[in-house]
């Protein structure tokens, strides 16, 4: 537990030193900062205190977890239909500009790069190796900062973010791994975009 603890306590900055990269402002520099400060710098750190793979949530996930995470992902696609009556988020998503199908996929892989950084740091070096000791206090340490990490965008995000972080959460403490979460989360993403470029172009009507 206090081997657990002291990780967690020495993952708490890098929190707030992702949010000001040395790279500019670009969002495929900014996947790449994230990429550095969010799994790397965590990885090197969780190999000194001797944590296992598993420890970390870099396991397979679990078959059982299969029926959630379809329900979820159906929940996150009605989510997602609301979502574009709300102008501030369509007015924001899709968070890169791009110039025709190629330009959006691309793009959509960066941002998968992205989820995937923090699916790795919040639910995997996070919330993993406190698990063990009490998984539902697991739950809310690791999801008070990634709620945090919102800040700045929609108003919405925030709450929004907090309810999803303690859903991908447990969706990930039932599959034993980060796995989960990232394919809700990026799914999720994609999808809402899509939702909003059909909104912007006018080919969807709310």
Same mark, same amino acid.
């Given at each position: 537990?206090? #081997?657990?603890?002291?990780?967690?306590?020495?993952?708490?900055?890098?929190?707030?030193?992702?949010?000001?990269?040395?790279?500019?402002?670009?969002?495929?520099?900014?996947?790449?900062?994230?990429?550095?400060?969010?799994?790397?710098?965590?990885?090197?750190?969780?190999?000194?205190?001797?944590?296992? #793979? #598993?420890?970390?949530?870099?396991?397979?996930?679990?078959?059982?977890?299969?029926?959630?995470?379809?329900?979820?992902?159906?929940?996150?696609?009605?989510?997602?239909?609301?979502?574009?009556?709300?102008?501030?988020?369509?007015?924001?998503?899709?968070?890169?500009?791009?110039?025709?199908?190629?330009?959006?996929?691309?793009?959509?892989?960066?941002?998968?790069?992205?989820?995937?950084?923090?699916?790795?740091?919040?639910?995997?070096?996070?919330?993993?190796?406190?698990?063990?000791?009490?998984? #539902?206090?697991?739950?809310?340490?690791?999801?008070?900062?990634?709620?945090?990490?919102?800040?700045?965008?929609?108003?919405?995000?925030?709450?929004?973010?907090?309810?999803?972080?303690?859903?991908?959460?447990?969706?990930?403490?039932?599959?034993?791994?980060?796995?989960?979460?990232?394919?809700?989360?990026?799914?999720?993403?994609?999808?809402?975009?899509?939702?909003?470029?059909?909104?912007?172009?006018?080919?969807?009507?709310?």
């Amino acid at each position: 537990m206090r #081997k657990g603890l002291l990780f967690y306590t020495l993952l708490l900055p890098l929190v707030y030193i992702a949010r000001f990269s040395p790279f500019g402002h670009s969002l495929f520099r900014w996947s790449l900062w994230l990429l550095l400060i969010y799994t790397v710098l965590p990885l090197l750190l969780a190999r000194a205190f001797g944590f296992s #793979k #598993k420890d970390i949530g870099l396991s397979m996930s679990r078959g059982d977890v299969l029926g959630p995470l379809l329900l979820l992902l159906l929940l996150a696609f009605l989510l997602s239909i609301a979502g574009t009556r709300v102008p501030s988020m369509v007015s924001y998503y899709p968070r890169f500009s791009f110039s025709g199908v190629p330009g959006f996929i691309e793009g959509e892989f960066v941002m998968g790069l992205i989820m995937l950084t923090h699916e790795l740091f919040f639910r995997g070096f996070m919330m993993f190796p406190l698990v063990k000791w009490n998984w #539902k206090a697991a739950l809310l340490l690791q999801d008070i900062p990634y709620a945090l990490a919102h800040l700045g965008k929609p108003g919405l995000e925030v709450p929004y973010s907090f309810l999803a972080g303690l859903v991908f959460g447990w969706l990930d403490v039932r599959g034993r791994s980060f796995i989960p979460s990232f394919v809700l989360h990026w799914t999720g993403s994609v999808v809402f975009d899509i939702l909003c470029v059909l909104v912007k172009t006018g080919v969807l009507t709310v």
